[in-house]
């Protein structure tokens, strides 16, 4: 029961995750500015 509460938890807040880095990139004024998003969001998971 633990265990799905844990697994519960982490999907919800990857799903959080993936809404606040999908809000980050859609705010991008061109491609160019999406990209350059994108390749920030990459660079900082190297480092978590």
Do not use: Q
């Not at 859609?26 to 900082?44: I, Q, T, V």
């Amino acid at each position: 029961m633990v265990a799905f509460i844990i697994y519960l938890l982490d999907a919800l807040l990857d799903s959080a995750e993936r809404k606040r880095r999908d809000a980050f990139i859609a705010r991008a004024k061109d491609l160019p500015e999406a990209e350059r998003r994108m390749r920030a969001l990459e660079n900082s998971d190297a480092f978590r």
